[in-house]
């Protein structure tokens, strides 16, 4: 099991840095969820013009910023001008690893592009203990496993579909990937049964679920036995943990 999975109970993981208690993806963010006691955030990374790897979820800035630019159109130049939430800057990866040294980081990779820029500046911080890597492109994910077969590795999609069938004794190859973190529903059913966490456990493997932010589910999910709960709600899912701990 890889470094990064090592560790029992449910993990919280704050998504984007727990994006409906603090402003998502920023340095604040993350200062906000390890203070709450994250030790697992979930965050996102896009590139500049110029190969920076940044901490933001979007393609573009019109959500955030009203702005309907594409992200990476941008060098770091002028991405390092621009403000979120009024006055905070969009991180760069290497500024959020050498800050926050004892945190555990979620990466989704949203280009092709940005996969090896990400994986250089993890590498060169020391820190492929401590982060794994997920992105919706399992295509992209393999790339990121050839190159770097020592980090950890989230299933993508294909990955998760191959998982599903060989519960039901449909697929019997092996398959890349170190733990799954999915919804509750995908391809149209219900993927997140105590049969399937139960199965997933058999392998040896873990299994978070995103991205949840009612007490019900939580509870739900901790009664199923899940390793992991992606939340922007990580001061409410601690609560809930502590009431079911008493």
Known sequence: MKSY????????????????????NTIESFHYSNNIGCKF???????????????FHDDTFLRLLGKNIIFNSLDSSEI??????????????????????????????????????????????????????ASFSSKRLQNVYKKYPEICLS?????????????????????????LQIPIYQYGIKLVTKRFVEFVHKKGLKICVWTIND???????????????????PKLLFETLESYSN
Do not use: W
């Open 80 to 133: 390092d001008k621009l403000r979120l939430f009024e006055n905070h800057p969009i991180p760069k990866l290497d500024t959020v690893l050498k800050t926050f040294p004892d945190l555990y980081f979620q990466i989704d990779v949203k280009t092709d592009e940005v996969a090896l820029p990400t994986l250089e500046v993890i590498k060169k911080n020391n820190a492929m203990n401590r982060v794994c890597i």
């Open 41 to 55: 955030i979930e965050t996102d990374v896009q590139l500049s013009s110029d190969g920076i790897p940044y901490i």
């Open 5 to 24: 999975l090592n560790y029992s109970g449910v993990a919280v993981l704050a998504h984007r840095g727990g994006s409906l208690e603090s402003y998502e």
């Open 155 to 179: 299933m993508g999609p294909n990955e998760v579909l191959k998982m599903l069938l060989s519960s039901f004794g449909l697929y019997r190859k092996s398959i890349i990937g170190d733990c």
């Open 215 to 233: 007490e019900t589910t939580f509870k739900n999910l901790i009664d199923i036995g899940v390793d992991g709960i992606i939340t922007d709600k």
